[in-house]
């Protein structure tokens, strides 16, 4: 047996549940959450791999190629693309998702306001279109949802050692970096500045990687009600709300809502009693 198959045995045997669909499953095989095609260099950092079983491992590879697409868009500069692999990124979501470049490239005119509102000027030789942000159809959207389901959970395993309840709720707010353009930070991290919690590193081999992910978990001392914040480089960011105590975030919802009002909705991302 190689070496990966015995890293591979090792780890499912010391985690023998799937992370993911709430206790049901064994884990079959080994998640990496977020996507490997995230980052850069086939550098993904360490410890984000999980138990899964072979349903929730599989059917999510589309969703991945787009947001690893998605994670490399970067207003400010190339860096988003060190790796040069983004053009072979866009040939291949091109193909899973035909349209789709249609969908996130806005008008000439809608690019031209859009720059206007958000100060952004075109680089030489660029359009409007070109220098713009993407629209976010309803795939990138899914896409979001997936990733933010699978890392919440992952981190809530990673961290109490218990697979997150069916019961349990999760929220999702996120957002793209038109905010981070137009307020020069993200709205809903600053409201939840305050709210204490571990911000580990991001690191493969000594080489951090903060610059393409970097979370916060906030989690009650009973482990029953967090808050993950992610950022993907300067691409997108989000905010996941996750309790296991049934009834509890759908209640608050509102409240949460009032808060965060110039970010948008929350998404359900799982709830006993709200529509996903
Ligand atoms: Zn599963």
Request: charged share 25%; aromatic share 10%; proline share 7%.
């Amino acid at each position: 047996m190689g070496a990966a198959a015995r890293y591979r045995r090792k780890f499912l045997a010391e985690h023998p549940i799937c992370a993911f669909c709430g206790g049901q499953s064994h884990s079959m095989t080994i998640e990496h959450c977020p996507p490997r095609a995230m980052f850069q260099d086939r550098l993904w950092p360490e410890g984000f791999e999980f138990p899964a079983c072979k349903d929730c491992n599989q059917g999510t590879g589309n969703q991945d190629l787009l947001i690893a697409m998605f994670a490399r868009m970067n207003p400010f500069e190339e860096k988003g693309d060190a790796d040069g692999r983004l053009e072979g990124l866009m040939r291949m979501v091109n193909k899973q998702y035909p349209g789709m470049f249609e969908k996130i490239t806005p008008s000439a005119s809608e690019a031209r306001r859009h720059n206007r509102e958000l100060g952004l000027k075109p680089a030489p030789g660029q359009t409007h279109q070109e220098s713009g942000m993407v629209k976010v159809p309803e795939e990138l959207h899914e896409a979001v949802c997936v990733l933010a389901k699978k890392l919440a959970k992952g981190i809530f395993y990673r961290e109490t050692r218990h697979i997150f309840p069916d019961e349990g709720c999760l929220l999702l707010n996120w957002f793209t970096n038109a905010d981070l353009v137009r307020d020069g930070k993200y709205i809903v991290f600053d409201l939840l500045k305050k709210i204490s919690g571990e911000v580990p590193p991001t690191v493969r081999a000594g080489k951090y990687l903060r610059d393409q992910f970097e979370y916060k978990l906030s989690i009650s001392p009973e482990q029953n009600v967090f808050i993950l914040q992610a950022r993907f480089g300067a691409a997108f960011g989000l905010a996941v709300f996750g309790s296991t105590i049934p009834g509890l975030l759908e209640s608050g919802i509102t409240r949460l809502r009032d808060q965060s009002s110039r970010a948008g909705p929350f998404a359900v991302l799982q709830s006993p009693t709200m529509q996903c």
